[in-house]
């Protein structure tokens, strides 16, 4: 069992919405009140920096996500304040924000099932949020207006171009995020989370159902709850 923190960056003023609107991909009016929202933040060519659980506090929101990306992530971030009316502050996270008694393995692997993804530092910056099923998940819009990366999010909703997925896998023995997956004649993707036999793979979904490994280790292709299979 290994504990993964995670850390939460507060933001309050005046503007802090209309900051995070800007900012953020998922659609700031869709978080209600005592609810959280998953949202994506892109970079300008619309590949995903990191995911955050976004809340309301008494005086702003707070943004989770995994504390090894938080350094870069905050100082990011406000580069792109300007003359916005915003603060920045950061702490820990406690669990019982999401409903949870520890971020563990359990949870995590949880969320794995569920096909909600995971970007640690390994992975920012790779994957567009179509690639990682965040169209499915409510953490991207394609009608709010626009933010860093929303062109490309756009375009490739409204071509229907989705050839790569996130889909889920049980493979026969343990793997690592990063592990590449193949078709038996090459490379068709790879492992974004791993934990234990359990993982999400970034694969074309033509290949869903065909004979996958990574390396000697064979795939077998499980069905996501929010996914046509």
């Given at each position: 069992m290994s504990d993964l923190p995670y850390a939460t960056i507060t933001l309050s003023g005046e503007d802090a919405f209309d900051y995070l609107q800007a900012q953020l991909a998922a659609d700031m009016h869709k978080l209600s009140e005592g609810n959280s929202l998953l949202s994506a933040w892109c970079n300008p060519k619309g590949r995903v920096i990191c995911l955050f659980r976004v809340f309301r506090t008494d005086d702003g929101y707070s943004l989770i996500l995994p504390s090894e990306l938080v350094d870069v992530v905050s100082k990011?971030?406000?580069?792109?304040?300007?003359?916005?009316?915003?603060?920045?502050?950061y702490q820990e996270t406690d669990p019982d924000k999401l409903d949870i008694d520890r971020f563990d393995d359990d949870w995590r692997l949880e969320n794995l099932r569920a096909g909600i993804p995971e970007i640690l530092s390994a992975q920012s910056g790779l994957f567009t949020p179509h690639m990682l099923n965040l169209d499915l998940l409510g953490a991207v819009s394609v009608d709010k207006g626009c933010y860093p990366g929303q062109?490309?999010?756009?375009?490739?909703?409204?071509?229907?171009?989705?050839?790569?997925?996130?889909?889920r896998f049980e493979s026969a023995s343990p793997v690592s995020p990063g592990d590449k997956v193949s078709d038996g004649e090459r490379d068709v993707g790879e492992v974004l989370n791993a934990i234990g036999t359990d993982l999400l793979a970034v694969v074309p979904v033509e290949t869903a159902r065909e004979a996958l490994s990574t390396g000697d280790i064979p795939l077998l292709h499980l069905p996501l709850p929010y996914l046509k299979q």
């Open positions: 990011r971030l406000t580069m792109f304040r300007f003359r916005a009316k915003v603060e920045f502050a062109e490309v999010v756009s375009r490739t909703h409204f071509r229907g171009a989705t050839k790569r997925r996130c889909l």
